[in-house]
């Protein structure tokens, strides 16, 4: 009889980090390619970012455009990528107890090992952008409890995110965050965090394990990872650094093509071989030496 070698559940090993104390770095990952850099530079956890995933799939800004269905599929096709534990983004369950439901299930079954879900309005918008819009905090809370029994005895960590910061300050994050660990959440993710300031605050005034996202282009990337640690975050994402850089990195190749009419002027390019052990070619090419037709002759 085989033996096969049992690992714990992402969602498991992601919590059992958490527990002992050690605080997970998880970069944004708009698709499953740069989930694997992600992977292969070395992190403990990816995050499916909404906005990189809406970059991606349709080209467009984060505004509520993508649904259920494809923001699950986006994150099945990246845990079948990776082996790390994913984050994925679950925007604000897609409507009501029927839908938060099915959210849930949806993410189980793709291998996501935690999701957030939101007290914004529909439609609902970037974290990063002003004009939002928020439900009442008790309606959330009563969703994220549908949430948790929805999820039963599966392995999933819940977060529970509040976009308040912006809109009303934050004192109202800070206590909706509250709120929201009573209703039994994992985890609690204070979003739109733009200052250094607001980092402190939020981690002095929400005790437990919490999330903070780290975003480029604002004062907060002055914090090491360290430093986020010792103020007593559990996780940080950061959530645009690969999509921006990738953007920007592919905009200079393509401007450097039309000028000089061929590629190797631009920015230093992957060869065809560091792309190949990026997406895992060897590992096909054996499973075809060993078992395929043409290796075994």
């Known amino acids: 009889m085989n ?6 559940s992402p969602a498991r090993r992601l919590w059992g980090h958490i527990e002992d104390g050690h605080i997970i770095a998880a970069p944004g990952a708009y698709d499953s390619l740069s989930a694997r850099l992600v992977e292969q530079a070395g992190f ?14 349709l080209g467009a800004p984060d505004l509520g455009l993508l649904s259920q269905t494809e923001m699950t599929e986006h994150a099945r096709n990246m845990t079948r990528a990776v082996s790390i534990p994913v984050i994925a983004d679950a925007d604000t369950g897609y409507g009501g107890p029927a839908n938060i439901e099915r959210t849930i299930q949806e993410h189980v079954q793709s291998g996501a090992a935690a999701i957030h879900l939101e007290d914004q309005a529909l439609p609902k918008r970037c974290g990063q952008l002003g004009g939002l819009r928020l439900v009442d905090a008790e309606t ?10 929805a999820r039963g005895n599966a392995d999933l960590l819940i977060i529970g995110r509040t976009d308040a910061i912006g809109p009303l ?10 709120i929201y660990q009573e209703a039994g959440v994992d985890l609690v993710f204070v ?9 402190e605050e939020v981690a002095a005034k929400v005790p437990g394990p919490k999330v903070v996202s780290i975003v480029d282009g604002n004062e907060t990337t002055a914090l090491t990872k ?31 093509l039309a000028v000089n009419g061929s590629p190797g002027h631009g920015p230093t390019a ?27 002759k």
Do not use: M
């Open 44 to 57: 403990d956890a990816v995050y499916l970012t909404g906005l990189g995933a809406t970059a991606s799939r």
């Open 191 to 199: 979003d739109g965090i733009t200052k250094i300031r607001e980092v």
């Open 270 to 296: 992957a060869s065809y071989p560091e792309f190949a052990q990026v997406v895992g070619l060897p590992a096909f090419e054996r499973l075809d030496h060993d078992y395929g037709i043409e290796g075994r």
């Open 169 to 178: 300050g934050t004192a109202e994050a800070v206590r909706r965050a509250s």
């Open 226 to 256: 360290r430093d986020l640690a010792d103020l007593g975050f559990s996780v940080v994402f950061y959530a645009v650094t690969a999509l921006f850089t990738a953007t920007q990195a592919v905009s200079d190749a393509l401007a450097a």
């Open 140 to 149: 959330h809370a009563r969703n994220l409890r549908c949430a948790i029994e």
């Open 3 to 8: 033996q096969h070698r049992f690992e714990l």
